[in-house]
């Protein structure tokens, strides 16, 4: 007896198969990690964002109005002027322009100079952040070229005056090295001598011997919580009007000594004050 058995079904069976074979060749392919992906994206991102250096075009008007460019203008020319060229030393010209940028911010906010000027060993860094700092000094008008000692510069009577606020200045224990509050100060210095001269003060009381001195106040005192910069300028006025008063007292007092006859100096005969006839 022959056994039946359908072979219809192995057809569909088969095919089955291959397909199967087919997909799974795909779904065994290794997945490319998430950490990888993100690397890679951002790294494409970062070296397409990278910021191109610093280049201006100077002498235009936009280069004076423009924060970041006329800084880095002026900071071209000071590195210049130390004998460097930007364009064949950019690497050195960046860390300058930093320092002079940092300079400028420290002068602008009246904070004393972080970098000691007598050093030997200045990086690129400092020499900026000095040229910085002084640059925003002279056009202030607070630094400016050091004499000979022998100009007229240098004898002139406001030059011996101002000589003489500044030794008040180191000697007040101030903050010597901030320029901000010396100049302050120094101010302070002159207008508080000049007032002594016009207001009823001690010399007022000295020479007519008026006991209620000072009816008019010299000036205003300082608000409360005022800033170091007020402060200054106040001590100086104190101090100069103090020694404007010392000043002409001292004055006044070597004038009334020579109007005394010496001991040793001969008085005049009493005829020869007689008139004489004619």
Not at 8 to 24: A, D, E, K, R, Y
Not at 223 to 249: C, N, Q, W, Y
Request: charged share 20%.
């Amino acid at each position: 007896m022959q056994s039946y058995c359908p072979k219809h079904w192995l057809i569909p069976f088969s095919m089955m198969l291959v397909t199967l074979s087919g997909c799974s060749d795909d779904s065994q392919k290794p997945a490319q990690p998430e950490s990888v992906k993100s690397v890679t994206a951002t790294s494409t991102s970062s070296t397409s964002n990278k910021a191109a250096p610093e280049n201006y075009n100077c002498g235009s008007q936009t280069s004076l109005n423009d924060l970041m460019e006329s800084t880095w203008c002026e900071a071209k020319n000071a590195f210049s002027l130390r004998g460097a060229d930007p364009s064949t030393e950019p690497a050195h010209f960046a860390s300058f322009l930093e320092g002079y940028r940092q300079g400028i911010n420290d002068a602008r906010q009246a904070k004393s100079q972080r970098i000691n000027k007598q050093s030997h060993s200045l990086s690129q860094h400092d020499m900026g952040y000095m040229d910085g700092y002084h640059n925003v000094l002279k056009t202030m008008g607070i630094l400016t070229n050091k004499t000979d000692g022998n100009s007229q510069a240098d004898t002139c009577e406001y030059q011996k005056l101002r000589q003489e606020a500044e030794m008040a200045y180191r000697q007040s224990g101030m903050n010597g090295s901030n320029l901000f509050l010396r100049e302050n100060f120094i101010n302070g210095f002159m207008s508080g001598g000049r007032t002594a001269l016009t207001l009823p003060t001690s010399m007022d009381a000295f020479m007519g011997g008026n006991k209620n001195v000072e009816k008019q106040q010299a000036i205003a005192p300082p608000p409360a919580h005022s800033t170091a910069m007020i402060l200054a300028f106040h001590h100086g006025f104190a101090s100069g009007k103090k020694a404007m008063e010392d000043s002409v007292r001292a004055s006044v007092e070597q004038f009334m000594m020579q109007m005394q006859s010496p001991d040793n100096l001969p008085m005049p005969d009493s005829d020869m004050l007689e008139p004489q006839a004619e």
